[in-house]
Nanobody, 124 residues
């Protein structure tokens, strides 16, 4: 099991940027695929992005492709989500998740460890 703590959320105007970070502890971070999900009010949690243990392979939801690059620093046990060109529809609680192995998955049931979430609000 790995413990995950997100940070970096906040309020921003449309078109602005935020960088989320997720710090991991407890197990060997580099053994895990890491991902970001989000949940908007009244909606189901949805996949945002995932990254392989080496960082060489990434996948994105169509809604964020080209705007939200995901990255990781295995020396710091941290995964990042750089959120650019933010839109009001990006408003949600963003969750970090981890799964053992190297297959990138977009279903939340594939991930066994979750952070507590961080709120992102995009509004003028």
């Amino acid at each position: 099991q790995v413990q995950l703590v997100e940070s970096g959320g906040g309020s921003v105007q449309p078109g602005g940027s935020l960088r989320l970070a997720c710090a991991a502890s407890g197990r060997t971070f580099s053994n895990y695929v890491m991902a970001w999900f989000r949940q908007a009010p009244g909606k189901e949690r949805e996949f945002v992005a995932a990254i392989s243990w080496s960082g060489a392979t990434k996948s994105y939801a169509d809604s964020v492709k080209g705007r939200f690059p995901i990255s990781r620093d295995n020396t710091k046990n941290t995964v990042y989500l750089q959120m650019n060109s933010l839109k009001p529809e990006d408003t949600a609680v963003y969750y970090c998740a981890a799964r053992v192995g190297n297959a990138l998955r977009s279903r939340q049931s594939e991930y066994g460890d979750w952070g507590q979430g961080t709120q992102v609000t995009v509004s003028s």
